[in-house]
């Protein structure tokens, strides 16, 4: 793991205790089920720290983080959800090479 100069930008990355592995484990956890269940190839995260936040991008092969912001004095935040909100579906994470099944390939599967 990449260490920035700020030790407070990866304190809570780096925590060894039993409580911090298992948060990152259930960060993994839940990208893990989203890349199960839904046809994409990334997803988003968000993880709020009081008043810090850090975003996560999810991709098959890990994950990049964000540094540590304060979510409540900055526009990181909204920034964000703005742009998601605005992205097309491929920005968004969404496979555009998967389709709905004809009803053949349905029954295709089925047998």
């Known amino acids: 793991m990449h260490h920035d ?64 912001f304060n979510w409540r004095t900055t526009d990181y935040l909204s920034d964000f959800f703005w742009r998601f909100s605005h992205a097309s579906p491929e920005q968004r994470g969404e496979d555009p090479t998967v389709s709905t099944p004809t009803p053949e390939e349905s029954q295709a599967a089925m047998d």
């Open 5 to 68: 100069d700020n030790e407070e930008n990866v304190k809570d990355l780096d925590d060894i205790t039993t409580k911090g592995r298992m948060a990152r484990g259930q960060f993994t956890h839940y990208a893990q089920c989203i890349f199960n269940n839904q046809p994409v190839l990334f997803c988003f995260s968000l993880v709020l720290l009081e008043d810090k936040a850090r975003f996560m991008r999810w991709d098959r092969s890990g994950a990049v983080v964000s540094k540590l």
